[in-house]
């Protein structure tokens, strides 16, 4: 049933934009600025549509013009007959603002599915009301989702105008003729049908958790997504960029125009071109201009440099659109037996996998939150993510290309039909098997087309993955080369190249600077069936063991990790290696869903925790990958296993008269380790196992203290110091002004009297926020929490946690306390 109506609304969608009148009546509208500078405030009919609530900044990198949408939505879960209708009372439902994530919200119940971390689901509805004024009677326009989570339909006014079943693609709905002027009320509504609850291997999040916004343009205008930027030749000297911009006219009449297009460094004009063409009523065209930058800045992880491309459609003097397109000036390619090469020069792909959630505010996370965390990966050492396993926010792509990290896009976990997906624990029970699958026959040429025509501006991006361990051994493909482990009963891995080739073909015909990919699980039984074949850069997940012969065997065929464990073997044979373009850790951040038997509701695998704090395997893999000098010490009980396997903590408190098993990560040349300012011993580099100094220190409490050298000269050091009894908390936050909308991060920690953090304080913490922000989430990393994260009070974990707050638009000081049973309050105010 579900299906069915899903082809017939997208049917209807699509005769909807067909039909809809060529003007819808706006007009001038305060274009999206490019990402070096912020934006002019909206004028006071776009503060209007926001009805009161503060307003949110368009995305950077938007290619039309965009008006926030995210304010003043109602809410309600359960499912509604009349919810679409203007008319229905929607008064008693919640007031929210957008990202929103209902199943962060909880709660979280042994009866849901591990995959997506034992959260709730379900149908719930949207509403928005605004008004547009008469004066913008005559441009075209659409609203535009970033993402719903998922089998979203959309209403304007009681008319049903589109939506989308994949939760993770962008998507617009039209908003002519059903929109009203002069004072009126507009009504949005939208459903959200996420009621098989364990449709993922992973958390998804229910409801609009990405941005919204009002498109509004002309109706001549640039194409939504309708501008393509590549640097086909790229020297020192200079750059030649091309300039591919689709235009549409849906006004009644023929329309002669020019088309601008000028390359900004910051407010400096570098090149431009001019041209001019006519197109007829309902016609769209693609224009190419060609222009050349010279000695142009060349993106890079140590040089992120964007230009922004500025293009003006003119009907005369008049400017009647206008459209910025953030871009960066570089070349990739991938050798068989070089590896990667950036700019003409070789770079290791020393990359992590991530999911889109951020522990406690599960899916709706705001561009802040993952600043914070990419920074604190690329401080690591990290130079790529890949996108696990789903096209990610546009915003999310935004700040890869202004901090300078490598991506590698994912379309999908899976093909058709849909693998399983473990409800009562992972790899427990019996799965289920709904999923993208269910659709993947009829979407996913539409859906990979999508992300490749909304995200291939991104200089970021490297490469384009067409799926995930699509290749699984039985889940749910098969073949005879399988041996014993054949079933004969599932579905032929012959279909792997039968559902590929069509997605290959969609990218290729969008875009042909960057290659396709797929992380593949299964190399003996995709090279059976010829799905190498279809790609350009092959994905080997766990498979090292396969890197040299296969390398000997197909020699022409590029190989990169796609997806690795931590182990430094892993790395050895991609640093040893030039024809291993890189790996990507499993993964950067520890996540929801993938979990284990309830209350486990989180996986583990990550560099970062859940608050995104360092663990030691991130300490170990900066050691690793990173040129600043450092050292790190972690201990655990004597006769453990050494080495990153190892189960290591970052404190000073062990059993009297026990031995404690030290390790030390570092690349420094050599490592002098001290107890109590007595020396405990001193290693060289080549003393490492595995990549780690290790020593057996008899425990005595007191400061354990590694001093790292390099040509013997001081270069870093580390300490670990002896915890007493939990004596107050502190509050440590990573700003102190927040902007209008802004994010703070703040830690709370549990420390004794000298201010040590005490690893195994698990106090009750109440909080009291005072002033215009809110609290968006509360986390402790503990992957078995089923605590509300939306809650004032949280229990702390290993001494500490973390609380996000989020600014409103009044100005006025934002005090926040926090108090526990026996401890020492603490108090820290930010201006805003």
Avoid at 272 to 283: N, R, V
Avoid at 360 to 371: F, H, I, Q, T, Y
Avoid at 389 to 394: I, L, M, Q
Avoid at 531 to 556: C, F, I, K, T, W
Wanted: with cysteine.
């Amino acid at each position: 049933m579900m299906l069915t109506r899903l082809r017939w609304l997208r049917r209807l969608g699509a005769i909807l934009w067909l039909c809809a009148p060529a003007s819808l009546g706006w007009h001038a509208v305060e274009p999206v600025r490019g990402q070096d500078r912020p934006p002019s405030p909206p004028a006071p009919w776009v503060q209007g549509l926001q009805a009161g609530s503060p307003a949110r900044q368009p995305r950077w990198g938007a290619q039309t013009r965009a008006i926030p949408f995210d304010a003043d939505w109602r809410f309600s879960r359960g499912d509604f007959a009349n919810a679409a209708l203007p008319a229905f009372d929607d008064k008693t439902w919640r007031r929210v603002e957008l990202p929103h994530d209902w199943s962060a919200e909880g709660p979280f119940d042994a009866g849901l599915g591990s995959g997506n971390g034992y959260a709730p689901a379900g149908v719930a509805w949207y509403r928005k009301h605004f008004i547009l004024p008469r004066e913008l009677a005559a441009m075209d326009g659409a609203i535009e989702f970033d993402g719903v989570y998922d089998h979203a339909e959309v209403w304007v006014n009681g008319q049903f105008v589109g939506g989308r079943p994949y939760g993770y693609s962008s998507f617009e709905c039209p908003l002519a003729p059903y929109v009203k002027f002069g004072g009126a009320d507009n009504v949005v509504a939208v459903r959200v049908d996420h009621s098989r609850f364990a449709d993922s291997r992973w958390y998804t999040g229910s409801g609009i958790y990405r941005h919204v916004r009002l498109r509004l343009t002309n109706a001549l205008h640039i194409a939504h997504w309708g501008t393509f930027v590549t640097t086909p030749a790229v020297s020192v000297a200079s750059a030649t960029v091309r300039v591919a911009t689709n235009l549409e006219n849906r006004s009644p009449l023929p329309r002669t125009f020019v088309l601008e297009s000028d390359v900004l460094d910051g407010e400096a004009v570098v090149a431009s071109a001019t041209t001019s063409q006519s197109l007829e009523p309902g016609d769209d065209e693609q224009l190419v201009q060609q222009v050349t930058v010279p000695r142009p800045g060349r993106w890079s992880p140590d040089s992120p440099v964007l230009y922004v491309l500025r293009q003006r459609v003119r009907e005369g003097a008049e400017v009647i659109d206008e459209a910025r397109t953030p871009f960066g000036i570089r070349t990739i390619r991938f050798d068989p037996d070089r590896g990667f090469f950036l700019n003409d020069t070789p770079v290791k792909l020393k990359g992590v996998c991530v999911h889109h959630d951020a522990g406690s505010l599960g899916a709706a996370v705001p561009e802040a939150v993952w600043e914070r965390r990419l920074r604190a990966l690329k401080a690591l050492g990290v130079n790529a993510i890949r996108t696990s396993h789903n096209p990610p926010a546009p915003g999310f792509l935004d700040l890869c290309d202004h901090l300078g990290l490598l991506v590698k896009d994912e379309a999908f976990d899976e093909f058709t039909p849909p693998k399983n997906k473990w409800v009562s624990g992972r790899n427990v029970g019996v799965p289920s098997r709904f999923g993208y699958g269910e659709i993947f026959a009829e979407w996913s040429v539409t859906d990979i087309s999508d992300m490749v025509r909304r995200d291939r501006n991104h200089p970021s991006i490297v490469m384009w993955s067409i799926g995930n361990e699509i290749d699984y051994p039985n889940d749910p493909f098969t073949h005879e080369v399988l041996g014993k482990s054949y079933r004969a009963g599932n579905p032929a891995a012959q279909n792997l190249v039968r559902w590929a080739r069509p997605l290959v073909d969609a990218v290729r015909k969008l875009d042909r600077t960057r290659p396709i990919t797929a992380g593949l699980a299964s190399l003996v039984m995709s090279d059976e069936v010829g799905l190498p074949g279809l790609l350009d850069v092959v994905g080997y997940n766990y498979q090292e063991s396969r890197y040299a012969e296969d390398h000997a065997r197909y020699p022409r065929r590029v190989i990169f990790g796609s997806e690795n464990g931590h182990q430094f073997s892993n790395w050895t044979v991609v640093r040893d290696n030039p024809y291993v373009a890189g790996q990507f850790l499993w993964t950067g951040i520890d996540y929801l869903g993938e979990a284990g038997v309830f209350p486990n509701r989180a996986n583990g695998a990550g560099l970062l925790d859940l608050c995104a704090f360092k663990k030691p395997a991130a300490w170990f893999r900066q050691s690793l990958w990173s040129d600043t000098p450092m050292v790190y010490l972690s201990a655990s009980a004597a006769g453990a296993a050494r080495g990153r396997g190892a189960r290591v903590e970052e404190h000073w408190n062990w059993k009297a008269d026990s031995t404690v098993t030290v390790s030390c990560y570092t690349n420094c040349q050599e490592v002098a380790l001290t107890l109590n300012d007595k020396p405990v011993g001193t290693k060289r580099a080549s003393d490492a196992i595995d990549g780690v100094l290790t020593w057996d220190v008899p425990y005595s409490p007191g400061v354990l203290k590694a001093v790292g050298r390099i040509d013997g000269k001081v270069v870093a050091e580390f300490t670990l110091t002896t915890a007493g009894q939990p004596a107050r908390i502190d509050l440590l936050p990573d700003v102190t002004r927040i902007g209008p909308d802004g994010i703070c991060h703040v830690e709370f920690r549990i420390v004794d009297a000298r201010g040590v953090r005490v690893p195994d304080a698990d106090a009750l913490v109440t909080f009291a926020l005072v002033g215009p922000a809110r609290a968006l989430g509360i986390g402790n990393a503990n992957l078995s929490s089923i605590e509300d994260d939306k809650d004032l009070a949280h229990l702390a974990y290993q001494g500490r946690g973390l609380v996000i707050l989020q600014a409103t638009s009044t100005a006025g000081p934002i005090t926040l306390r926090a108090s526990a049973p026996g401890l020492e309050a603490a108090v820290v105010t930010m201006a805003r």
